[in-house]
């Protein structure tokens, strides 16, 4: 679902907020992404000189950094929206973890890094053992 769907739900939006099995699957989504951000955002910092990084704090600083790109990315939307997303996120890895502005850069390009390795890996396993997440016709 967009953002302009949100907002323009009264001139032809599909989507029906009232519908439980909705919010809930959205919600558990959401929590999934969370946790799994959480993840490689605290192997990254484990990697760098960090404090506070133990798994509450980094569950945090994570929700806090989505919620800050969430409403960046509704208000102002596009690449300025991204760029002012990506250094609002280094302020916030910086200081929540002390890390120091470039260390939150070399911390995000850790997670990512990270995070692509875990699911090649995780896609290699699946294809070796037969199950196939994506099919194509």
């Known amino acids: 679902m967009l953002v302009q769907d949100f907002f323009n739900q009264g001139q032809g939006s599909t989507v029906d907020f009232t519908d439980m099995t909705f919010i809930i699957w959205y919600l558990v989504t959401f929590l999934i992404f969370l946790i799994l951000l959480t993840i490689f955002l605290k192997l990254a910092l484990g990697l760098v000189k960090s404090k506070h990084d133990d798994f509450g704090e980094v ?75 994506i099919t194509f016709i």
């Open 59 to 133: 569950f945090v600083t994570t929700f806090v950094i989505i919620l800050v790109i969430a409403i960046t990315f509704i208000f102002l939307g596009g690449l300025l929206a991204l760029l002012i997303g990506l250094i609002l996120m280094w302020v916030i890895i910086s200081s929540r973890h002390e890390t120091g502005f470039l260390g939150a850069i070399v911390v995000s390009i850790l997670a990512l890094i990270i995070a692509i390795i875990i699911l090649i890996l995780i896609g290699i396993v699946l294809a070796a053992i037969g199950i196939t997440l």
